[in-house]
């Protein structure tokens, strides 16, 4: 009974993670890539919890660990999702601030070859 109970849940946080993967991506809190990992992850755990030759796991927890089990692993698993949202923001932030360094190189050549047209000028008159 408790082992149905802990795949129900299982398969409960795969879904959950589905979801909040899918509303992450779609608020551009996440990168592609990251987001396919998540929810490969997401679909493992359903997995892990709906087949019957997969579940066997969920007897070998003693009934009193249960709790304790479900909820450490809630834990683990959306703090490392909160740990990756965080760092795909950062590489969103770091490739706007290349881009925003790019047009300022770019906007600064065009004013030093400005620089030099006029310098060139001056001297020959």
């Known amino acids: 009974m408790i082992a149905q ?3 129900l849940i299982t398969v409960l946080e795969g ?3 589905l979801v909040v993967d899918f509303i992450s991506f779609v608020y ?3 990168t592609v890539g990251i987001e396919l990992c998540w ?3 997401a679909v493992v755990l359903i997995l892990l919890g709906a087949v019957p030759g997969l579940s066997d796991w969920s007897k ?3 009934i009193e660990a249960v709790p304790a089990f479900l909820l450490i692993s809630l834990a683990i698993i959306f703090s490392f999702f909160y740990l990756s949202c965080a760092i795909s923001q950062l590489l969103r932030k770091n490739q706007e601030l290349a881009m925003h ?3 300022l190189n770019q906007e600064n050549e065009i004013i030093l070859q400005k620089l030099n047209e006029d ?3 001056e001297g020959k008159e």
């Open 101 to 103: 360094v790019s047009l």
């Open 60 to 62: 070998t927890i003693p």
């Open 15 to 17: 879904i959950a993670l």
């Open 119 to 121: 310098s060139a000028k």
């Open 28 to 30: 551009q809190k996440i």
């Open 39 to 41: 929810s490969a992850f």
């Open 5 to 7: 109970v802990l795949c």
